[in-house]
């Protein structure tokens, strides 16, 4: 690996992901692409060329064992993740892998455990808990501005051509709104209200058999509630607001990359709280990989694994409850 201040970078899976990705990446000082790969290689050297990696591979397996590379960022589609970022970490690679981060519970498990018999660092890609917006958000719930929180609301809804071989729709891509979109709902409630006491759900199915449109109702020991939704056959707001007992929070379209928020605190006029972000956002979770690396630290202090393992937990038994499993999952 290089021994100078600078991160050399790997991307794994050149897709629409890895491009807006890498448009960050190269915001980032002392961040280097030094490579990406893809199984198609034409495909790897066109994305090469369009960001000026230093080299490119045609197999995921000769990217994991380059000796230059320091850090890898998975993004492939879902079922993918739990086998290349292990590939990655055994090959003494620190890893930033897309979410979700595994499947089920036992994936993410043994993708932690790689981690640590590795001794290297293991992130999910959730970039919206880096955003400046969001971590604004977290200060001002911390400070109580808004009170006791008593609910939340926040959903994200596209509509998807149907392709029952797409990795929206194919059971054996892991495919449904839930793993895709819905885990920004889920991570907004977690982040601001903490894990519920108790998880209700419904979902509609489509003829694949993952779900097209889910609903979940989470409680709290406290009485407080979220309601959270997700679809790939519905546009939606893509909204978050956040009921205190002395106050609001809104963020709005498209809540997960957002720029700014709302405070509405007792009578007064609504503030809009201008915060801002750099390029698409995905910078400051790159700052952050780059800042944990330089320093050692096998772990973030903002998304820890403790938070992976929640939100998988939670979508496990939201699977369970719709009736969603997929072929993988008995691997």
């Known amino acids: 690996m290089?021994?100078?201040?600078?991160?050399?970078?790997?991307?794994?899976?050149?897709?629409?992901?890895?491009?807006?990705?890498?448009?960050d990446l190269l915001l980032s000082e002392n961040s280097v692409l030094y490579a990406c790969a893809s199984r198609d290689v034409k495909k790897a050297k066109s994305f090469a060329d369009q960001y000026n990696a230093v080299t490119y591979y045609d197999s995921y397996e000769d990217m994991a064992q380059c000796k230059e590379i320091d850090v890898i960022y998975v993004a492939t589609p879902h079922t993918f993740h739990h086998g290349h970022s292990i590939l990655c970490m055994k090959n003494g690679k620190h890893v930033l892998c897309e979410k979700p981060l595994g499947i089920n519970k036992n994936q993410v498990l043994s993708m932690i455990d790689v981690a640590k018999t590795h001794k290297v660092f293991l992130m999910e890609a959730m970039w919206t808990?880096?955003?400046?917006?969001?971590?604004?958000?977290?200060?001002?719930?911390?400070?109580?501005?808004?009170?006791?929180?008593?609910?939340?609301?926040?959903?994200?809804?596209?509509?998807?051509?149907?392709?029952?071989?797409?990795?929206?729709?194919?059971?054996?891509?892991?495919?449904?709104?839930?793993?895709?979109?819905?885990?920004?709902?889920?991570?907004?409630?977690?982040m601001a209200m903490g894990m519920p006491s108790t998880i209700q759900t419904s979902a509609t199915l489509s003829t694949t058999g993952v779900d097209s449109e889910c609903n979940i109702l989470l409680t709290y020991s406290d009485g407080s509630s979220a309601s959270l939704y997700s679809s790939i056959t519905c546009p939606t707001d893509t909204k978050c607001e956040i009921y205190g007992t002395k106050g609001k929070i809104t963020i709005p379209g498209r809540f997960h990359e957002?720029?700014?928020?709302?405070?509405?605190?007792?009578?007064?006029?609504?503030?809009?709280?201008?915060?801002?972000?750099?390029?698409?956002?995905?910078?400051?979770?790159?700052?952050?990989?780059?800042?944990?690396?330089?320093?050692?630290?096998?772990?973030?202090?903002?998304?820890?694994?403790?938070?992976?393992?929640?939100?998988?937990?939670?979508m496990d038994e939201v699977r369970r409850q719709i009736g969603v499993s997929y072929p993988i999952d008995d691997e």
């Open 2 to 23: 290089t021994t100078s201040k600078n991160i050399h970078w790997g991307i794994l899976g050149c897709g629409k992901i890895a491009h807006k990705f890498v448009s």
């Open 129 to 190: 808990a880096f955003l400046p917006t969001i971590l604004d958000i977290q200060k001002t719930i911390n400070a109580g501005t808004i009170g006791e929180i008593r609910h939340l609301t926040a959903d994200f809804g596209f509509l998807a051509v149907f392709d029952p071989n797409s990795r929206l729709f194919n059971p054996s891509l892991a495919g449904g709104s839930l793993l895709d979109v819905g885990i920004y709902p889920i991570f907004i409630s977690i």
């Open 258 to 314: 957002a720029r700014h928020y709302f405070l509405k605190k007792d009578d007064l006029p609504e503030i809009k709280c201008e915060v801002g972000r750099i390029g698409f956002g995905y910078f400051h979770e790159i700052e952050h990989v780059k800042d944990c690396i330089t320093k050692g630290i096998m772990e973030s202090d903002t998304m820890h694994l403790e938070i992976s393992k929640h939100l998988v937990a939670l």
